[in-house]
């Protein structure tokens, strides 16, 4: 166990054995289709989600109980970590920052819970980079907060979707809302912007749209792409964002690699299937 633990939730969209070789707990939301609960930690449980959105069927989600937090803190007390840092989706989206909150209070241990106001691995980017710090012994509690805190603010995620109406039915449009009654013949581009989900640019095709997601990943990049870490995150969309990771690569030779994965079930319920994100993090 490292000295300072890292906690956050399955929205970081980290992979399990990425977690476990950063000593990263990841504490799962839940999926709720045809009126059950699913773990987001199911591998099962993106399949599920995008037959169920396929088929037109409302899919909801549910925060982590504060219980379920203080488990993980528990957890990493007993493992020997002196402090833990809690890392979490925007508030502006979810509820289980809230959740967090309340586990913190009676935790054994100090528990630093901070709102990364961004989402997908623009949140595993900077939770990835707090577990380096906190293992190396060399930074304290405040230290590694710090630097979660940091690497969230200065990350950038931007994502094209085929249509508003999952974002519309889960209320977390935000101002992208004005787009609703344009959008008829448009793909928007959206971006997170202080933790809330905004409308970037319009397109007029899903190509273009795309292509435009490259220019502005490689824009945000600067350079030959060395300082920064992207991923390109997708649902049930893997052949066009291998195809994008694979083009930024070209464009940016400095980059180390570019991370492909899909976003979690609890994301994908809010944008649902088609949507292609790019996150560009400075390294």
């Known amino acids: 166990m490292p000295r300072i633990a890292l906690v956050t939730d399955s929205t970081a969209c980290l992979s399990a054995a990425s977690a476990a070789a950063h000593g990263v707990t990841a504490v799962p939301l839940e999926v709720i289709v045809r009126g059950a609960p699913h773990s987001e930690a199911d591998p099962a449980t993106g399949g599920l989600l995008v037959a169920a959105l396929r088929a037109h069927e409302t899919a909801t989600t549910s925060r982590p109980t504060p219980e379920d937090f203080a488990a993980a803190y528990r957890a990493a007390a007993e493992g020997g970590a002196e402090g833990v840092v809690s890392l979490h989706i925007s508030a502006e989206l979810s509820a289980t920052l809230e959740s967090a909150e309340l586990a913190a209070k009676d935790a054994p241990i100090p528990v630093r819970v901070l ?144 991370t492909v994965c899909e976003v979690g079930a609890v994301i994908g319920a809010h944008v649902g299937p088609g949507v292609l994100g790019v996150i560009v993090a400075p390294g």
């Open 115 to 258: 709102d990364s106001r961004t989402i997908g691995m623009a949140l595993g980017f900077s939770v990835l980079a707090a577990a380096e710090a906190g293992r190396d012994g060399e930074h304290d509690l405040d230290a590694v907060a710090d630097i979660a805190a940091k690497r969230s603010a200065t990350a950038s995620a931007f994502f094209y979707v085929d249509t508003l109406e999952y974002l519309r039915r889960g209320g977390r449009i935000g101002s992208a809302r004005a787009l609703l009654g344009s959008a008829l013949a448009m793909k928007p581009l959206l971006h997170m912007a202080d933790g809330r989900v905004e409308p970037l640019e319009k397109v007029r095709t899903s190509a273009k749209a795309i292509a435009r997601l490259e220019e502005i990943a490689v824009e945000r990049a600067g350079g030959d792409g060395s300082s920064v870490e992207i991923a390109v995150q997708h649902l049930d969309a893997a052949e066009r964002a291998e195809a994008l990771a694979a083009r930024l690569q070209e464009r940016l030779p400095g980059l180390a690699g570019v």
